[in-house]
Structure formats: C-alpha cells, structure tokens
C-alpha cells in the first residue's frame, strides 16, 4: 500500500505556472493552424468569448467566464479540431474615462496599464488564447474601421441624425441608450436617469426588426431560449391598424396605431405623448401654460416610470378635439406621460372600457368609456377593471354583433377603403442611439459644413484620431469633451474646401463590439475591417460564450450589424453566433459581488492561494454553467486536495507495466472516459469533472491492491485521466503528463477514445416481483426475451421456494430488466 502521507513530494500548484507559459509560447501550442498549410481537411472551430473590458484586474466574473470556454476550447482542440480562441480587449468606454478624471490620468494610461495587467493574469490562469488575435478597440488601427463601417450604414442609410428625447445621466454627462438604464437609473453610476432633447446619431435597426425575428429560426436550440424570448419580447412585434383621426385646426389627420380595430367605436379620446412634437403643435393657446408646467414634470421620469401599470395616470387636456373615423363622434385630446413620444406617432386611440391604463386615466380626469366588447364581464364603469378578452361587439354601428376578431377585420377593411386606416405591423424596437457625449470613444467621421451640410470624411483621411492634447476631459450641460479640442474641432470641408468643423460625438461601445469576432482571424489586415479570407475560413463564430445581461444590447447590435454587412456584400452569412452559452453570476452570501457591499473576493488572492487550476476546477465543478456560484458554499480546497491526489498519482506509476490488464478496471475507465465525452459534448463541464474524480478514486484504489501501480489498466487510466483534466487543470495535467514520460503538450495528445467493446453490458440486474413486492434480483443476459427470462425466473430455486403451493395467476415480464409474479394463496 502506499503512504501518501510520507511521500517527499509536494503538489504546489503555483511553482508551475512560469514553467509551463514558457513551454507553450516556445511550441506555440494554442495556435490556430493555417489552412493553406497542409491542415485542409482538418474540421476547424471558433470559439469566442465576450471580450473583457480593462477596467482593473481580472475578476471573479472573468474566472468563471473563462474558465469555461477554455475548457469547451481545449476540448475541441483536443478531438481534432483547427481551434481558434482569440483575444482582444474592449477598451473604450465611460468607466475609462471616469476613472482617469477621478484619478487625474490620461484615459489612455489607466486603460493600457490595466490591459497588460490583464493580459498576464490570462497567462497565469491558463487560458489557452491565439495571442496573435490580440487587439484593442481603443487602437487607431482598430477604430479606424469603426469609422468606415459608419460611413458604409450611413451611405446605405442606416445611420441618421436627428432630435430626440434621450436618456441623460446628469452624473456621467451623456446619453444612454434604453438597454443601458435600469430599473430609472445609469447602469453605470446608478444616478436616475432624466430626458432631454438632444441631436443625436442612430443606427436604423428598425429596418431589420422583422429579420430579426425570422432568423431566430436559425438559432433555436442553439442559443438559451430565454435569451431568444428577450429579444422576441424586446422587438415587440404587433399586428393591427393604422387609423386616421382628423383634429380641428390641423390639416393633416393624426395617425395612432391600434392593437385592438375591434375597439374603435369605444375610443372616446386621444392621448399624445407630453413631450412630442405633436403635442407642442395641438395645444390650444388656452391650454399652454398647464402644458408646459406639465410636460416640465415629465422630464424627471424615465421611459420605464412612465410606463409602469401602478404608476398614478396623469394628464392636461390640449384644448383641441378630435374625430373618431367610424363614429364621427369628437372626441377631446390629452396630453399625458404614458404615452412616449417615440414610439409609433407618438400618440394612440384611448379605449378605457377595453384597456386598463386608458380606464385609469379617464376615471382620473373624468373623460368618458364605452363598451363596445361585450366579454360577458361586469361593466368596468362600475368595477374599474377594463374588460380585454373576446366578445361580441356591441354599440359599434353596422358592426354590431360580429365577433370581435371577425368585426376587427372588417373595420379594418372598412378603414381602408374610407382612405381612413390601414393594415399595419409595428415593433417595440428603437433605432440605435449611438452617440455619446464623452471622449474615449471612436469619434464620428462626419463633418458639419454651412454650405455642404454633413459631409463624410474620405477614407484616406480616416481614421479621424482623439486629440491627445487640447482637451478637456469634464465638461457640463451636455457639451462632448472633444468641443473644448478647438484645434481639433476645426477642420476644412472635404467637399467645398471651406471652413467647417468636426463631429465632436463619440461612439456607443457597442459598435466596437458588435463586429470585433470578425477581426480575430486577421488582427493586422489593413485593406478593411476583416480579411474575407480569414471570414470565410472562421466565420461564423461556433461557440459564443458570455453573460445573459447582454440579450437586449449587445447581442442584438451584433446581430444587426451582421445582417447590415450581409446585405452590403460583405458577408455570406447572416447570423454572427451559431450557439451561444451563457454562464451564471458569481456572487457572495447571496448577492452580488461589490465594493459597497464589502463581499468582494480578489481573484489574485484565490490563485496565490489555491493555484490556477484549482480557482478553474472549483468554478466548473460548482455547477451547471448557466446557473450562478455563491463563492460562500465553495471552496477551492477541495479541487487542491483532488488534483494532489492526480499528481501524486502520476508520479507513483513506474516505467514499465507487468501483467495483464485488470478487465474490470479497463472496462470501468473506459465507462467513465464515455461518460466524461457526452458530458463535454453536453457542455455539462461539472459532470465531466465528477467523472474524472471518480475515474481517480477507482485509479487509487486499483494502485492499492494485485500487481498496483504496475497493472497496464492503472497507466491507461491514469494517461486518460491527464489528458481530459488538461480541459480544466491544463498545468497540473502538463505536469502530471511529463511525469508519466511523455513531451509536452498533453493537448497535443487529443482526447482519450472509449473502446465501444468495453461499453457493452453482458449482464443486467433483473428485478424480480412477487405480487407488488421486489423480492429478488438476478443478473441475466442483456439480450434476454421474454419467453427465456419467463422461465429462467420461474425455475429460480429462490422464486420457487417464495411461490411455494400457490398458484400463479399472471408473470408480467418486461425484459431484461423486471419480472413481476402474480400469485393467489
């Protein structure tokens, strides 16, 4: 027996990091292979995770991250496949800029000091990137592209300038998009968020609304259903009608889109949106000073408060009076804010017998319901809860007794050929909003001429570079840092030659993020953003890896401009991300890790501590990788104790084997190496890692027992087992590998195979009944019929003794696996 306890060895899991980083960037060994070299029929595969941000070292949220798709890319690699796992950092962006200002730093020194401290914590975890794919989104060379890429949308007019009320964070001085306010308030700095009319750059992503639902088709079962029922959610698709309301004083009619046609007759008034420009233009002069009191209140609440169900309906009438189109009834118009300005026409036909929000408001300000639904439910004039199921319609003119989606139909056919109405689709989706009020960002290559108007810088001239110097960093009211750059803002017209000047907004991040997958293949091509050779031979991404909050906005952005790019000829594919995994949150006593709540672990203390491998193991095997890790309930203890065990393992077994091979023991670890592959193949890391630690239990006991450490079962066991843990402890299983007599890389020596002959089950366990009761198990053939195990049981000497004199009534049999005997005494 040996005695662990005495051995002169030590496993100490950090003496060997440096050792092996040297070795792999000697053999190059995580580099993808080049297809024209020989490697044509190698299938190929693209891993990508969702690039870091270099906001200080790496935290425990980039452990678990990576630890996963590492152990997903290494595996791959492992059966065979020409890997591509690439790295890059995404590297503009407000915490930068804050972070510098708070600091008194150039964003450019906090943010390439931070990226090399992350690049070597990268190294010292292990993870097994390409480093060639290195780049940075704040580098010249990378934002360059952003810019020709806008320059592209907005050639094809996808990328537009206009007034809008956006969302204003008066901490951070600039606008935020509606992906990046929660719950009222910065994602950012938490400060609540307020709205303010701005002229802002956009994205047309409304143009791609209904392709991006239909392409999802592509993406189910491959990406988490809920990420998919987000974005459906998010795009908000509804089918209905247009209706045109004439309004006194106004030569055009006002146009609302409606859900609900059925209704019509039951509109009994309109409401605009308070901070639209239509209510500006309706208001009576009678009515202007309540207006603007009014619409100053609302600047306050963010689109989300106002649309929220328990919130209090408030209004002011504008003085004006519509007409319903079926009715001819006037109706009067309001003012209100839960309606917003930018969505639909900023205003809608208000039903409140049939609409919930629409009865609070006119029980708030005294306006007047109908029913024109009957649903069979109580009168909402009397109960207050608006009536919204099916029904006949009732008080709706020749309509009269239809079914509701019967009537809703013919209304709408109605309308449309009064020339009052049409047929209509509307999305819940907003263009992109991507300007931004701050300076470490890509800036837009646009400039603005008195006498050529928006002119595009040429693309000789780009990239359009931030000033280095002749800037200042803070800036109030809503001004861009990069205005106070006077030298900088000043510039000549490409067009006329005269005096004009530069954009002084920056880009949403999201642009440098929602192409950069497509960069990896060839980091430094200068003929273009990407290399569409490197495209066709990666693109698209095989395996996308990151968190669920980036359904709505990052995912969606890349998935836009993907498709944008497919229709300007640059791409042959339409969707960037075939499957996408999502991992869970790290978190601490139940609640997220933070500064303020004083429950951040350090992640360089873990890894000083406990070693890279086992930080990695503890992350994986804490569970399903989509659900979140209390660091509270584990410990890397555990992992250390498990992978000494691993090492000591490989150091136990000598050079040459004796005896035969123990069957049971090859037939166990080739179970368990089948058993560890479906897992990987399931993306079920922690059961792949339960296997190996069993596969490491039957190994130890197998050294304790017959020939030992000698039986040629111990030494294929023990290789498999190095081999599949370089997935999860690539430097213990590059240790253990030499240790056993092999070169480096144990990655080079692919995954194990389990031989299917030893898979195969001779035997399996009959239960045997008798009446209801288990009351014996016989192991019989696996490929037992009914009528052989029918009398193998019966003529059981125990089955026989328990049958006694009674007589049997039935044998129900379920081959190989159950006998049930009915008997009467």
């Not at 047309?204 to 639902?213: F, K, S």
Request: hydrophobic residues 40%; glycine residues 8%.
């Amino acid at each position: 027996m040996i005695n662990d306890e005495a051995r002169s060895e030590v496993y100490d899991p950090n003496a060997i990091i440096d050792k092996w980083m040297t070795v792999w960037d000697e053999l190059r060994t995580f580099e993808a292979r080049d297809l024209t070299s020989g490697y044509e029929e190698q299938p190929r595969s693209y891993v990508v995770s969702m690039f870091p941000y270099p906001s200080g070292d790496l935290h425990m949220g980039h452990a678990e991250v990576y630890s996963i798709s590492d152990a997903l890319a290494r595996y791959l690699r492992m059966r065979g496949a020409n890997l591509l796992n690439g790295i890059g950092w995404d590297s503009f962006g407000l915490p930068a800029e804050n972070a510098a200002l708070k600091r008194n730093l150039d964003p450019r020194e906090w943010t390439y000091t931070n990226i090399e401290t992350q690049a070597e914590s990268f190294r010292r975890l292990g993870v097994s990137f390409d480093w060639r794919t290195r780049f940075h989104t704040s580098d010249p060379e990378y934002y360059r592209w952003n810019q020709w890429l806008f320059l592209r949308l907005f050639a094809a007019g996808l990328a537009y300038r206009k007034e809008a009320a956006v969302n204003w964070c008066p901490t951070d001085q600039t606008v935020l998009a509606n992906e990046q306010v929660v719950a009222g308030a910065c994602e950012r700095c938490g400060t609540r968020v307020i709205q303010r009319p701005l002229t802002q750059w956009f994205f047309r992503t409304t143009a791609y609304a209904q392709r991006l639902l239909d392409d999802m088709a592509q993406l189910e079962g491959k990406w988490p259903h809920e990420v998919l029922a987000m974005q459906r959610n998010w795009i908000g698709r509804s089918s209905g009608a247009h209706v045109d309301f004439a309004v006194e004083g106004r030569d055009r009619p006002v146009r609302v889109f409606t859900t609900r046609p059925d209704t019509l007759f039951g509109a009994t008034f309109l409401v605009v949106a308070v901070d639209s420009p239509l209510a500006d233009e309706l208001c009576s002069p009678e009515q202007r000073e309540a207006f603007e009191a009014y619409r100053k209140e609302t600047v306050t609440s963010t689109a989300i408060e106002r649309l929220a169900n328990d919130r209090p309906k408030t209004g002011v009438p504008l003085g004006v009076s519509a007409v319903n189109p079926v009715s001819g009834a006037r109706i009067p118009v309001y003012a209100a804010d839960y309606v917003l300005a930018e969505y639909g026409t900023g205003a809608i036909m208000a039903v409140p017998a049939h609409d919930q929000r629409d009865l609070e408001f006119a029980r708030a300000l005294g306006a007047p319901v109908r029913v024109v639904v009957d649903t069979g439910a109580p009168d909402p004039t009397e109960t207050g809860v608006a009536t919204t199921g099916a029904g006949r319609l009732v008080n709706s003119g020749d309509f009269t007794g239809m079914d509701n989606s019967e009537g809703g139909a013919a209304i709408i056919e109605w309308l449309s050929g009064s020339g009052l109405g049409e047929r209509a689709v509307t999305y819940r989706l907003r263009d992109w909003l991507l300007s931004r009020q701050r300076y470490w960002g890509t800036p837009i290559p646009i400039v603005h001429c008195d006498a050529c108007g928006l002119v595009p810088v040429p693309d000789d001239q780009l990239p359009v570079r931030l000033p280095e110097t002749g800037y200042t960093l803070r800036q109030e009211g809503g001004r861009s840092p990069l205005e106070s750059a006077e030298e900088w803002v000043a510039t000549s017209c490409p067009s006329c030659g005269g005096s004009a000047r530069r954009d002084t907004d920056t880009m949403d991040t999201f642009v440098d993020s929602s192409w950069y997958f497509l960069r990896y293949p060839n980091p430094g091509y200068t003929d273009g953003p990407f290399d569409p050779a490197g495209v066709a031979r990666w693109l698209p991404v095989n395996e996308y890896i990151g968190g669920r909050e980036h359904s709505t906005g990052h995912l969606m952005y890349a998935r836009f401009l993907v498709k944008a790019l497919y229709d300007l000829g640059m791409l042959s594919f339409n969707e960037p991300f075939e499957r996408l995994t999502n991992q869970g949150q790290v978190i601490m006593n139940g609640k997220a890790m933070s500064k303020s709540l004083g429950n951040l672990v350090n992640l360089q203390e873990q890894i000083s501590r406990y070693g890279p491998d086992a930080v990695r193991v503890t992350m994986v095997f804490a569970g399903p990788v989509e659900e979140d890790i209390d660091w509270a309930d584990v410990s890397p203890t555990g992992a250390v104790k498990w992978l000494s065990r691993v090492w000591r393992l490989t150091g136990d077994l000598p050079d040459q084997t004796a005896g035969e091979a123990d069957p049971g023991l090859r037939r166990a670890v080739h179970l368990l190496i089948a058993g560890a592959t479906a897992a990987m193949d399931d993306r079920r890391f922690n059961v792949a890692i339960a296997r190996l630690m069993e596969l490491t239990s039957a190994l130890r006991k197998a050294t304790d027992r017959g020939p030992g450490a000698a039986n040629p079962a111990v030494r294929e066991g023990t290789e498999a087992l190095v081999r599949m843990l370089s997935c999860f402890a690539p430097f213990t299983a590059e240790e253990g590998w030499q240790r056993l007599g092999h070169t480096p890389s144990v990655s080079d020596a692919g995954w194990p195979e389990a031989d299917p002959a030893l898979l195969v089950e001779e035997t399996i366990t009959c239960v045997v009944q008798v009446n209801g009761k288990v009351r014996e198990r016989l192991d019989v053939p696996t490929g037992i019929g009914e009528s052989e195990l029918r009398e193998f049981v019966l003529t059981s000497d125990r089955i026989r003794a328990l049958i006694g004199t009674a007589t049997v009534d039935r044998v129900i049999v379920r081959a190989p696996k159950l006998v049930n005997i009915v008997s009467a005494r």
